[in-house]
């Protein structure tokens, strides 16, 4: 009982600290993991600890733990199954579900069910000392009445997609797309033209070789451009400024991913992302580069392959991101194309078409 009911306080401390550092998300991103829940889990994990702890209904305090800890179990169980690479119990303390799931869950569940208290009634008089239960409820239903309240007080401003919605954005070039590209309709014109040599075959050797590398010059300033010219009250993404790697994505088409090390979509994204740049590399085909941009806080291991041929590149810790991952921006030459909704990402072959035809 005295073990069950520190790991449950301490638990909702971590969660409090995880609350008042890192984004999560509102309900209608999904209720289990959402900020509300945590407004109504965070002081009501508490308050069963310090109930189990207080000794005061023992029974009744008995049967709400191992009830608390079988649910917990099936919890961790559903997370593990689904790859999740923190169970979540701990706040920032990042626990993988299996450990958490054999190590804490299930022995503790077992050893309530075999300590057991016994001989006791439910609710059973005499009742506690008037002392013993005041100095136990007071504090766990006033952390109750004011957990929340302070959660929402205190919570940080964060950085979020939103922010930047008056950013205007541009309408990228098509390149080496031919479906778009109008330098197809060139060759018709050109076929008359064999007919000049006919009546002067002299003279007419020197024109039509004139008009060739007019065509030619016709069509080079369009091939390095990767942008129409930006409005000129158009700007840069804002962003460029918090990433580590702005230099580098500031130039052609870039596909940005943002992905927090343990998001399970982009553990399933990002490789084929990989490969779709390895399989490009090979071809000699440059139209468009990807680059992984971790969201803070960040862990040594995380989704990106070891072999990858993206870019990698960090957004800056010294502010607060809002950020569902994984959340893909599509850049060209630093100016906002598109993006895509939190927590999806598009299919790699499907990219270059969702950016030039979408509007």
């Known amino acids: 009982m005295v073990i069950a009911g520190l790991l449950l306080a301490a638990a909702a401390l971590f969660k409090v600290h995880e609350a008042l550092t890192v984004y999560i998300a509102p309900w209608r991103e999904g209720i289990w993991e959402s900020y509300e829940f945590f407004l109504l889990q965070i002081p009501l994990e508490f308050a069963l600890g310090v109930w189990i702890l207080s000794g005061v209904f023992r029974k009744a305090a008995w049967i709400a733990g191992t009830l608390a800890f079988f649910a917990f179990i099936i919890i961790t169980l559903a997370k593990g199954i689904l790859g999740f690479e923190s169970c979540g119990c701990f706040g920032r303390v990042h626990v993988n579900p299996w450990h958490t799931l054999f190590i804490v869950d299930i022995p503790i569940f077992l050893l309530l069910l075999i300590f057991r208290p016994k001989g006791e009634k439910l609710l059973p008089p005499p009742w506690p000392h008037p002392f013993h239960a005041l100095a136990t409820a007071i504090p766990a239903i006033g952390f109750m009445a004011i957990a929340a309240p302070l959660l929402v007080a205190f919570r940080p401003e964060f950085k979020k997609p ?50 060739a590398p007019t065509a030619v010059n016709e ?29 580098q994505i500031k130039h052609g088409l870039t596909v940005i991913l943002m992905y927090h090390h343990d998001c399970p979509t982009c553990a399933e994204m990002m490789p084929r992302y990989s490969e779709y740049c390895k399989q490009m590399q090979e071809r000699g085909d440059q139209s468009i580069q990807v680059a992984f941009i971790a969201i803070p806080p960040f862990h040594q291991t995380g989704p990106v392959p070891a072999d990858t041929v993206c870019l990698l590149g960090k957004l800056s810790d010294k502010e607060k991101w809002a950020i569902m991952s994984p959340y893909v921006v599509a850049l060209a030459d630093g100016y906002f194309v598109r993006d895509w ?9 499907n990219l270059l078409d969702e950016i030039f035809d979408h509007d």
């Not at 942008?227 to 790697?245: N, Y």
């Open 162 to 211: 939103g922010d930047w919605t008056s950013v205007k954005p541009v309408r990228p070039i098509p390149i080496d797309r031919p479906v778009l590209n109008p330098q197809p309709k060139d060759p018709a014109p050109a076929q008359p033209e064999p007919a000049l040599p006919v009546p002067a075959p002299t003279p007419p050797t020197s024109e039509p070789s004139d008009p």
């Open 219 to 247: 069509t080079e300033p369009a091939a390095p451009t990767a942008t129409t010219p930006p409005a000129e009250d158009a700007q840069q993404w804002p962003w460029l400024q918090h990433i580590d790697i702005a230099d």
């Open 341 to 349: 909704p939190q927590g999806t990402a598009p299919e790699p072959e």
